[in-house]
C-alpha cells in the first residue's frame, strides 16, 4: 500500500505525539522532493510585511516554558498575510524572552515545535481544503523572518520545514502532490530533510515493488522533533537520484545527537544513519513507470531554500537590533570623557548615528528581500510546466545577491550592537553574543563570495548560474 492509498490523521491544533508514540505512523511513506540538479536525471521530492521594530518596548510576554503553547485555542484563525506575520510576531515575542537560555541549556526543541503548530504556522502554505493557511511563500518568507526575530534556530526549522513540505509540488506527480499535502495539512506534520549535497548520495537498492535507502549524512537539520524525513540516494549501479518521504519514527532512522556548533544550537542539524529504510517505488517522486518526469520548475528548490536563509538571517539581524537598543535606553551609560559630556547614551551622537547606520541597512536589506520575495513566490505558485530556464537563472541571481546583502548587513549587526551598548553588555548573562554566533553559523552555509560572482557574471556577461545543488 502506497501513501495514496492512505488516510491522513485527523486534523489538529495540537502537536504531534513525541517520538515513540504515534509520530508518524498514520502515514508510512510520503513522496516529495528537495532538489533536482542540472546533473542529476532523477528525482526530487522532498501584504503585509512585519515593519520597522518600535523605538519603544513592546510588553514581554512570559517565557517559553511559562506560556502555554495552546493559547491560541478558540481564536480566530488568521486569514490574511497581515494576520498571519502578527501571528508569527506574538510567537516571536515568545520566544525571544528565553531565547538566551533555551540556547544555552541546548535541550530539543520539542515544545518549540509544539508552539508553532499551536499558532497554525507549520501549515501555513498547506490547502485551505485540507485545513491549511493557504498562504503564499511571499508571505511564509515574512513569518520566518518574524519568528527568527524571537530566536533565530527556530525560525531556520521553520524556513527548512517549509521547503521539504513544498518539496513534492517541485518534482512529484499531480496524485502524489495531492497525497502528502493533505497528510501533511491534516496531520500538523512537520518535515525534516537527510538531503546533504557535500557527503555521499545514500545508496538505494531495488528490491521488488521497493527502494531500499542505507547511508549516512552529517547534517539532518530539525530530524530529531520531525514528524517526516526528505531521503535522497542513487540508484545502485546508476546516476539516478531518487527522492521520497518517510516517517522519521522507525527503526531505521538513527540519529546521532551530535550537533554542537557555534549558534542555531536549537535546530538538531546532527548527523543521521539511514538503514535499511523501505519505500515503495510508487512513492518514489516524480517517477511515472520508474522514470523521472524532470521539470525546470523542479530545480526552484535552492533559490527557494536560499532565501529561506535570507530572510532568516535578517530575522535575526532585526532582533539583534531591538535587543540592543533595548539595553542602551535602560542600561547604557554615557562617555563622560569626551569633551561634550551626556546625560544619557541616547543623547551620544556616535550611538545615535551607530543605530541609525546599521537600522538603514537592514531596512535596505528587508526591502530588496521583500521584492525578491514577491517575485519567487509568483513563479513558485504558477503552473509549473511555464517556468523557463532563463526565468530560473535570473530569480536564482536576485536571490544570490540578496543573500549576500543580509548576510554582509547581519553580520555588522552582530558585531557593532556591542560596541554601541558598551563594556558591560558583553556580559554573559546579557547574551547578546547570541545573534552573531547564529549569523556566523549559518552564513558559512556556502561561501558568500561565491553568490556575488554569480551576480557579477549576470551584470558582466549576461550569465545565469547553472541549476546544481547550491545555484
Known amino acids: 500500500?502506497?501513501?495514496?492509498?492512505?488516510?491522513?490523521?485527523?486534523?489538529?491544533?495540537?502537536?504531534?505525539?513525541?517520538?515513540?508514540?504515534?509520530?508518524?505512523?498514520?502515514?508510512?511513506?510520503?513522496?516529495?522532493?528537495?532538489?533536482?540538479?542540472?546533473?542529476?536525471?532523477?528525482?526530487?521530492?522532498?501584504?503585509?510585511?512585519?515593519?520597522?521594530?518600535?523605538?519603544?518596548?513592546?510588553?514581554?510576554?512570559?517565557?517559553?516554558?511559562?506560556?502555554?503553547?495552546?493559547?491560541?485555542?478558540?481564536?480566530?484563525?488568521?486569514?490574511?498575510?497581515?494576520?498571519?506575520?502578527?501571528?508569527?510576531?506574538?510567537?516571536?515575542?515568545?520566544?525571544?524572552?528565553?531565547?538566551?537560555?533555551?540556547?544555552?541549556?541546548?535541550?530539543?526543541?520539542?515544545?518549540?515545535?509544539?508552539?508553532?503548530?499551536?499558532?497554525?504556522?507549520?501549515?501555513?502554505?498547506?490547502?485551505?481544503?485540507?485545513?491549511?493557511?493557504?498562504?503564499?511563500?511571499?508571505?511564509?518568507?515574512?513569518?520566518?523572518?518574524?519568528?527568527?526575530?524571537?530566536?533565530?534556530?527556530?525560525?531556520?526549522?521553520?524556513?527548512?520545514?517549509?521547503?521539504?513540505?513544498?518539496?513534492?509540488?517541485?518534482?512529484?506527480?499531480?496524485?502524489?502532490?495531492?497525497?502528502?499535502?493533505?497528510?501533511?495539512?491534516?496531520?500538523n506534520l512537520l518535515f525534516g530533510g537527510a538531503v546533504n549535497p557535500r557527503d555521499s548520495d545514500l545508496v538505494i537498492r531495488e528490491d521488488g515493488d521497493e527502494l531500499v535507502y542505507s547511508g549516512r549524512k552529517s547534517f539532518s537539520t530539525g530530524g530529531v522533533v520531525s514528524d517526516l524525513t526528505v531521503l535522497e540516494g542513487v540508484l545502485e549501479g546508476t546516476d539516478t537520484h531518487v527522492f521520497a518521504i518517510v516517517p522519521t519514527d522507525q527503526p531505521g532512522i538513527v540519529f546521532g545527537h551530535d550537533w554542537d556548533s557555534l549558534g542555531q544550537r536549537l535546530t538538531e542539524s546532527g548527523s543521521v544513519e539511514i538503514r535499511d529504510v523501505r519505500v515503495p517505488w510508487a512513492d518514489a517522486a516524480g517517477f511515472v513507470d520508474r522514470v523521472f518526469q524532470p521539470l525546470v520548475y523542479g530545480t526552484l528548490n535552492v533559490p527557494a531554500i536560499q532565501l529561506v536563509f535570507a530572510n532568516f538571517y535578517l530575522g535575526v539581524a532585526e532582533g539583534a537590533l531591538e535587543t540592543a537598543a533595548a539595553y542602551t535606553r535602560s542600561t547604557t551609560r554615557a562617555w563622560p570623557y569626551g569633551g561634550d559630556d551626556k546625560e544619557r547614551a541616547t543623547d551620544e551622537w556616535y550611538v545615535l548615528e551607530g543605530y541609525g547606520q546599521l537600522q538603514s541597512k537592514v531596512w535596505a536589506s528587508e526591502a530588496l528581500l521583500d521584492a525578491v520575495g514577491a517575485e519567487i513566490s509568483a513563479v513558485l505558485h504558477a503552473p509549473r510546466g511555464k517556468l523557463t530556464e532563463r526565468k530560473r537563472g535570473e530569480i536564482a541571481v536576485r536571490v544570490a545577491a540578496a543573500k549576500a546583502r543580509i548576510a554582509e548587513d547581519g553580520l555588522e549587526v552582530g558585531t557593532r550592537i556591542l560596541e554601541l551598548t558598551g563594556a558591560r553588555a558583553s556580559s554573559a548573562k546579557v547574551g547578546l553574543d547570541i545573534f552573531w554566533r547564529n549569523l556566523r553559523t549559518h552564513t558559512l552555509h556556502d561561501p558568500i563570495p561565491y553568490k556575488r560572482r554569480e551576480v557579477g557574471r549576470h551584470v558582466l556577461l549576461g550569465e545565469i548560474p547553472e541549476p546544481t545543488w547550491y545555484t
Do not use: C, F
Open 1 to 187: 500500500m502506497t501513501l495514496i492509498d492512505r488516510e491522513p490523521r485527523p486534523a489538529s491544533g495540537s502537536p504531534a505525539p513525541a517520538h515513540g508514540a504515534e509520530n508518524a505512523r498514520a502515514s508510512t511513506h510520503a513522496d516529495a522532493s528537495g532538489s533536482a540538479s542540472a546533473h542529476a536525471s532523477a528525482s526530487a521530492s522532498a501584504s503585509a510585511s512585519a515593519s520597522a521594530h518600535a523605538t519603544t518596548a513592546r510588553p514581554r510576554p512570559a517565557p517559553l516554558g511559562d506560556a502555554p503553547v495552546d493559547r491560541w485555542k478558540g481564536a480566530p484563525r488568521p486569514t490574511t498575510p497581515a494576520a498571519w506575520i502578527a501571528r508569527a510576531r506574538e510567537v516571536g515575542d515568545i520566544l525571544a524572552v528565553d531565547q538566551v537560555e533555551r540556547d544555552r541549556a541546548g535541550a530539543s526543541p520539542h515544545q518549540e515545535v509544539a508552539l508553532l503548530k499551536h499558532a497554525g504556522l507549520v501549515t501555513l502554505l498547506g490547502p485551505a481544503e485540507h485545513g491549511g493557511g493557504g498562504q503564499t511563500w511571499d508571505t511564509a518568507y515574512k513569518v520566518i523572518r518574524a519568528v527568527a526575530r524571537g530566536d533565530g534556530s527556530i525560525g531556520q526549522l521553520l524556513g527548512y520545514h517549509y521547503l521539504w513540505a513544498w518539496a513534492a509540488r517541485l518534482v512529484a506527480t499531480d496524485a502524489q502532490i495531492e497525497a502528502v499535502e493533505k497528510l501533511a495539512t491534516t496531520g
